[in-house]
């Protein structure tokens, strides 16, 4: 089973800049896509940014120009920078991948804490 370790959560002020890593087990970049999630207190998970396995990108449309992610495939990790953040963005984020074959299986790591707050 592959691990997804996230790093790099806080407490930071409102308009300042975090940024989000994954560290995963071994690379998987070519096989699965890697998403970042987040949840907030009360709220559902929601989905928060996606890298395919062919490098495509894609954000939740109210995060578009504020959130970038990317991925270091030598370093078999994937990032979220995110800026001028926002008192809202408070959350636990979590990485995610999803197997479909043999079996559809969700795999997440333990999420980091991102606190936005003056």
């Known amino acids: 089973q592959v691990q997804l370790v996230e790093s790099g959560g806080g407490l930071v002020q409102p308009g300042g800049s975090l940024r989000l890593s994954c560290a995963v087990s071994?690379?998987?970049?070519?096989?699965?896509?890697i998403d970042w999630y987040r949840q907030a207190p009360g709220k559902q998970r929601e989905l928060v940014a996606t890298?395919?396995?062919?490098?495509?990108?894609n954000y939740a449309d109210s995060l578009k120009g504020r959130f970038t992610i990317s991925r270091d495939s030598a370093k078999n990790t994937v990032h979220l920078q995110m800026n001028s953040l926002k008192p809202e963005d408070s959350a636990v984020y979590y990485c995610?991948?999803?197997?479909?074959?043999?079996?559809?299986?969700?795999?997440w790591g333990q999420g980091t804490q991102v606190t936005v707050s003056s």
């Open positions: 071994r690379n998987i970049f070519s096989i699965y896509d």
């Open positions: 995610h991948y999803q197997q479909l074959l043999p079996l559809r299986i969700d795999y």
């Open positions: 890298i395919t396995r062919l490098g495509i990108t």
